[in-house]
């Protein structure tokens, strides 16, 4: 899977993506991460990428040009979307990073900022996508989700142990994972408060653990 994100703040991504499953993600040849500068589109002598609202009101628009440039200079790779990040697109499921994952080649994601988009850079968008109902500066931390998201969902990412079949909202949005517990058996808090496991877990008895996950659900 190739991931292209297009942001006029580049610097944001590197640390995150230089660590854990992103990181094994791409020295396994999963994933190839590539950034581009909008602002190294721009035919403005400045290189700027916004402009003021016609009609009025307040903040910058990020206007076509630079996008649309950028947008042509990106090779495509097979099945290629182009994603825009808007607050008020579809909300990104995990069943949308499992199809993502299934069913493209390539996501080329859009990062607005300021107020977002001249509302013609639609004409060069597959999916106007929102990660859920709050508003961000950028649509930076967007396109992590989803880069996130969707990688490790492609075969070969997880280890087996570390298996994603399942997970919470995997395959259903309803379903919600059991709860987990590890060592110790109690903890005792300060006030001598005893915080143990449920005592099925430790049984040994697979058919009735496999019953008490299936009936019981984080709170
Ligand atoms: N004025 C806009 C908000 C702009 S926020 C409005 O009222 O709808 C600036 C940019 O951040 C957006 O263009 C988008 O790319 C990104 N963004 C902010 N919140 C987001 C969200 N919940 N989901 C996806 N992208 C978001």
């Known amino acids: 899977m190739r991931f292209d994100i297009v942001t006029i703040f580049p610097n944001i991504f590197s640390s995150y993506f230089e ?3 992103l990181k094994i993600a791409q020295a396994k040849n999963k994933i190839e991460i590539h950034v581009h500068d909008i ?4 035919k403005d002598k400045h290189h700027k990428t916004d402009d003021l609202p016609y009609g009025g009101g307040p903040g910058m628009v990020m206007t076509v040009q630079p996008i649309y440039d950028c947008l042509r200079a990106i090779p495509r790779i097979g099945r290629s979307r182009v994603l825009m990040f808007d607050p008020a697109g579809t909300e990104y499921t995990q069943v949308q990073a499992q199809h993502y994952s299934e069913s493209c080649d390539q996501l080329i994601l859009l990062c607005g900022r300021y107020e977002g988009f001249d509302e013609r850079v639609y004409h060069l ?6 990660i859920g109902k709050y508003v961000l500066s950028g649509g930076e931390i967007p396109a992590m989700v989803v880069i ?11 280890g087996a142990l570390e298996s994603t079949k399942d997970e919470t909202f995997s395959g259903n949005l309803d379903y919600i994972e059991y709860p987990q517990y590890t060592r110790p058996e109690t903890f005792t808090t300060p006030s001598d408060e005893q915080w143990s496991v449920p005592p099925v877990l430790l049984s040994g008895n697979h058919a009735e653990i496999e019953q ?4 019981h659900f984080k709170k």
Do not use: A, N
């Open 39 to 42: 602002r190294e589109y721009s």
């Open 125 to 130: 968008v597959d999916d106007r996508v929102s």
């Open 19 to 21: 660590e854990t499953i």
């Open 148 to 158: 996130e998201t969707v990688t490790r969902l492609l075969p070969g990412v997880l």
């Open 212 to 215: 008490w996950r299936k009936t």
